[in-house]
């Protein structure tokens, strides 16, 4: 089955510092990746939409130059948290849709970021 | 903006009991997924649901889908420890994105 890989699964950074978060997906293309922030005991929301070749789409309230996306191949979206702050401490979860699934939406393995 | 909801939000079962999760959401939508997600960790699939009238099961769980009302119901059947988790439905709009339910955390007690 479709799998999508998500790395780092956890990263401790100073506040400050800008982190990348990559989302690959191995083994199918995936022209639309999705980006969720996921806090204690709380549900997944949605960030932003990644196109590949183009801007990525950012839900409202969402800070475009706070978090940085790019999805320059069908296979990599990455995530950067700039000037991180203790705030943005969350768990992130990438996701990729297979098409040729059935409407398959899977998941990537998270990564729970914590700001000092 | 899309709303999904789940109901309870919160549900503690005794074990050999059955009980139902709803999902509500808030606008027209065919594909209703369902996914599980244990303490610290990612999503799981665990059922697509593709049109109106669809079920699905799996062991002990069983999902259905009635577009007309925009439901969407996890049927649990003779709860076992090894099922408490955090539950999610979520529904994809036209607009090619994701949203998911507020959550449902199940624990299954002796």
């Known amino acids: 089955g479709a799998v999508v890989s998500q790395h780092p699964s956890r990263v401790i950074c100073k506040s400050g510092t800008s982190v990348k978060i990559e989302c690959r997906s191995l083994d199918f293309q995936a022209t639309t990746m999705f980006w969720y922030r996921q806090f204690p005991k709380k549900s997944l929301m949605l960030m932003a939409t990644?196109?590949?070749?183009?801007?990525?789409?950012?839900e409202q309230g969402v800070e475009k130059d706070k978090f940085l996306i790019n999805h320059a191949s069908l296979t990599l979206s990455t995530l950067t948290v700039t000037s991180a702050h203790p705030e943005d401490s969350s768990f992130y979860i990438c996701?990729?849709?297979?098409?040729?699934?059935?409407?398959?939406?899977?998941f990537g393995s998270g990564t729970r970021l914590t700001v000092v | 903006e899309l709303k999904v909801e789940q109901n309870p939000l919160f549900l503690s079962m005794q074990e050999e009991k059955n009980y139902t999760i709803y999902c509500n959401y808030s606008t027209t939508s065919d594909r209703l997924y369902w996914y599980r997600q244990d303490p610290g960790k990612s999503l799981e699939s665990l059922f697509v649901?593709?049109?109106?009238?669809a079920v699905k099961q799996e062991g002990r769980l069983m999902a259905s889908l009635d577009t007309k009302a925009r439901l969407s119901t996890l049927h649990i059947t003779a709860a076992v420890h090894d099922l408490s988790a955090t539950y999610f439905c979520a529904v994809d709009n036209t607009g090619n994105q994701f949203y998911f339910g507020t959550g449902t955390s199940l624990t299954v007690i002796p």
């Open positions: 990644s196109n590949e070749g183009s801007k990525a789409t950012y």
């Open positions: 649901l593709l049109s109106n009238g």
């Open positions: 996701s990729a849709r297979d098409r040729t699934a059935s409407y398959g939406y899977t």
